[in-house]
Every structure is written in C-alpha cells, then in structure tokens.
C-alpha cells in the first residue's frame, strides 16, 4: 500500500507561483511512475504532469509546458509541481498518484493505483 498526502496549495494571483509536494508513504515508491492530475467542479479529472521511475522523463500536459516543472527526490520519498506563471485557467484541486511499480507513466488516471486527496489551488484575476 502507499499513502499520498498533497501540500503547498493557496490562493494566489495570476502570475504567481506555487510549489506542490505530495510526501508518500508505503512501499516501493522509488520504482512508481508518478502523477499530478487537476479537477475542478463538475469537470473531468485532467492530467498535468508525469514522471517515470527510471529516468525521470518527464511529460506535461500542453496547458502547463513551459510552465510547470514536476521532480522527485526518491530519498526523500517525495514529488513535487513547481508551479510558475500561473493563470485563473490553473484553478483546480491538484491530486498526486502513483502507478503499479514498475510501469511506466501514463496521461491516462486509470493506469493509477493510489491517490492522495488532494489540495486546492486558486488564481484569482
């Protein structure tokens, strides 16, 4: 089993920043792709940032490219989201998963088996 817990959200203006860290508990955290997803009300849940296990390749969704930096520190059993130049568009309640040790990374939220519960991010205008 692995625990996710987000942390780092607030309320900001456009053109802030914001750095999100989801601390993991569990097992095998350091062979788990890793995943940042958003939801707003009423919305699907969309992705935003992956990174694999191995190489720590990165992907990004076209919303967030050049504007967001996902990382992790396998030592510390941590991932986070930088968050740069943000936009009222950004808006959401931001989710980290972890998929299946060993898999690779995946835009798909369905390829997750854990989710932390997430922590809200606001860009007022």
């Known amino acids: 089993q692995v625990q996710l817990v987000e942390s780092g959200g607030g309320l900001v203006q456009a053109g802030d920043s914001l750095r999100l860290s989801c601390a993991a508990s569990?097992?095998?955290?350091?062979?788990?792709?890793m995943g940042w997803f958003r939801q707003t009300p009423g919305k699907e849940r969309d992705f935003v940032a992956t990174?694999?296990?191995?190489?720590?390749?990165?992907g990004y969704a076209d919303s967030v490219k050049g504007r967001f930096t996902v990382s992790r520190d396998n030592t510390k059993n941590a991932v986070y989201l930088q968050m740069n130049s943000l936009k009222p568009e950004d808006t959401a309640v931001y989710y980290c998963a972890a998929a299946p040790a060993y898999s690779s990374g995946s835009y798909n939220q369905y390829d997750y088996s854990y989710w932390g519960r997430g922590t809200q991010v606001t860009v007022s205008s």
């Open positions: 990174i694999s296990w191995r190489s720590g390749t990165t």
């Open positions: 569990g097992r095998a955290f350091s062979s788990r792709a």
